[in-house]
């Protein structure tokens, strides 16, 4: 992972997350998010996990997990704060972030970011079965139950925000949307957030810099809950 320290002790911390359908990209290219939400104030954490088909998905969700757990341990090593830390994650990441938070009904878990902004992920996998770079992915039949949020929805101590892009595929939206309302229905604090005209790629435009939709909405959500 690399660390963008925020210039104030005791900052908020947030940890971003590639996409890349899980089988390609990394964290350098995506170090401008730090441009724009350092100087919100942030200390940025954009962090990498290996990528199919190196490896399956379960062991990146596992790898997720772990990487988490660590932020919350050393997060003052950069003079960030453990307890106000969130999370973001673009298509794939925002997947993984998702499948990585506790299960509703798990025990609460301090290194569980305190909300989490998840931007056109894929929250149910039996699709992926069926697409062509599933050759590298490799995704089985039996992973899809337990790899896929939209069927095991996380713990409602995590407030969502799901976003998406108004010219994205309408299936694409429809995860989004349908994912925000099975949270909500479980008691969790979910919305969801449609930004017109913008697709799957170009909606990343919007964490270009600090006066940019998406990094003032992570900001606004990290100071909700420091």
């Given at each position: 992972m690399d660390?963008?320290?925020?210039?104030?002790?005791?900052?908020p911390?947030?940890?971003?997350l590639?996409?890349?359908?899980w089988?390609?990209?990394?964290?350098?290219?995506?170090?401008?998010v730090?441009d724009?939400?350092?100087?919100?104030?942030?200390t940025?954490?954009?962090?990498?996990y290996?990528?199919?088909?190196?490896?399956?998905?379960p062991?990146?969700?596992?790898q997720?997990?772990?990487g988490?757990?660590?932020?919350?341990?050393h997060?003052?090593?950069?003079?960030g704060?453990?307890?106000a830390i969130?999370?973001?994650?673009h298509?794939?990441?925002?997947?993984?972030?998702a499948?990585?938070?506790p299960?509703a009904?798990?025990?609460?878990?301090?290194?569980?970011p305190?909300?989490?902004?998840?931007?056109?992920?894929?929250?149910e996998?039996?699709?992926?079965?069926?697409?062509?770079?599933?050759?590298?992915?490799?995704?089985?039949?039996?992973?899809?139950?337990?790899l896929?949020?939209?069927?095991?929805?996380?713990?409602p101590?995590?407030?969502?925000v799901l976003?998406?892009?108004?010219a994205e595929?309408?299936?694409?939206?429809?995860?989004?949307?349908?994912?925000?309302?099975?949270c909500t229905?479980?008691g969790?604090?979910?919305?969801y957030?449609?930004m017109?005209?913008?697709?799957?790629?170009?909606?990343?435009n919007?964490?270009e810099?600090?006066?940019?939709?998406?990094?003032?909405?992570?900001?606004?959500?990290?100071?909700?809950y420091?």
């Amino acid at each position: 992972m690399d660390v963008f320290p925020a210039p104030a002790a005791g900052a908020p911390v947030h940890v971003f997350l590639h996409g890349g359908y899980w089988r390609g990209r990394d964290k350098s290219d995506y170090s401008y998010v730090a441009d724009a939400l350092v100087p919100l104030g942030l200390t940025t954490v954009v962090m990498n996990y290996d990528l199919c088909p190196a490896v399956e998905l379960p062991a990146i969700v596992r790898q997720v997990r772990d990487g988490l757990q660590w932020i919350h341990a050393h997060a003052r090593d950069w003079g960030g704060d453990p307890a106000a830390i969130t999370a973001s994650g673009h298509s794939a990441g925002a997947h993984l972030i998702a499948a990585a938070l506790p299960s509703a009904g798990d025990a609460p878990a301090a290194w569980a970011p305190r909300a989490a902004v998840l931007v056109s992920g894929i929250y149910e996998l039996e699709p992926v079965l069926s697409v062509s770079v599933n050759q590298e992915i490799r995704l089985r039949a039996e992973q899809v139950d337990e790899l896929s949020p939209m069927r095991h929805p996380p713990t409602p101590a995590v407030p969502l925000v799901l976003v998406a892009g108004g010219a994205e595929p309408s299936s694409w939206v429809k995860q989004s949307h349908d994912f925000a309302k099975i949270c909500t229905a479980g008691g969790g604090s979910a919305i969801y957030v449609e930004m017109p005209g913008a697709h799957h790629y170009s909606i990343m435009n919007a964490l270009e810099h600090a006066h940019a939709p998406l990094a003032r909405l992570i900001a606004a959500y990290a100071q909700a809950y420091t």
